[in-house]
């Protein structure tokens, strides 16, 4: 059973504990999620201008939008604004900064009718983020900079939480994809050709779950939730911002949700930055997830070297 908790005031701890059961959490727009989202769309309309970011698709080749992506996204992403906003958001909904680190923020930039769906609009298909080298316990943090309808949004697919998938992640190494698939997205306009994680069997993705909140609305999840982008068919392109966060207790103890199909190598442990100071995580803990391949299908724990 999975279950959506909206403004849920219980601490972090628990929360956490929540989100690796399968549960999401949704919190309205406030101050901190709006602030962030307000940069996002900013540097968004300049980097479109004259045109509205969402309507721009219908004004320009598709070479010209992702020469303009191809700024702006990185301009976002590593933006010393953008840490401070999100820790600010993390502090906000109770998160211990000391403990809690995060990676950069991405946007996401999802066009409507296929005008753009591979390389820097590359449209994810159902997957997990478990599948892309991830710690079990990391937690997914999504906001629409923009409103959203059901035909521009992400959706849920909640019949695999506690279901195993057939899949390729066994192929992905994330060390691997990022010395050379991150930037082969710049070149891949019409088709995109990288290795992904994906599933290797027909998928059952209704009924499926689309959450829709306001521009600014938090959603959290787990990152072994089997997930995906709507296809976007609402006539706009839809413009979010999402980033991950991992807790130093449950790294440390392998707490998370519970791996049942996940077989990728390497590791993401280095992406992330601490809330208070943007250190690495320790060393020691970088070691454990860099040196082991993890191996903890259907609840059992072993770790080799
Ligand atoms: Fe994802």
Redesign the pocket.
Known sequence: MNAVYYNSEIDDDARRAQLYEGQLIVFSRRPSTIALCEFARQMSEEAFAPHDPREAQHHMPVEQYVEILAELKPKFIHHPKCKELIAAILEDVGCELENTYFDVPRLRAVTSDAYLTSGLGYA?KP?R?SWYSTPMCQL?WWLPIYEITPENTMAFDLNYWDRPIENSSSEFNHQDWQQTGRKDALKLVKKDTRRQSEALEPLQLEPQLRLITERGGLTIFSAAHL?STVANTSGSTRFSIDFRTVNLADLSARNGAPNIDSACKGTTIHDYLRGTDRSPVPRPIRDLYENSTLKHLSGLVSVSN
Do not use: K, T
Request: proline content about 0%.
């Open positions: 994810f997957h983020d997914n997930h």
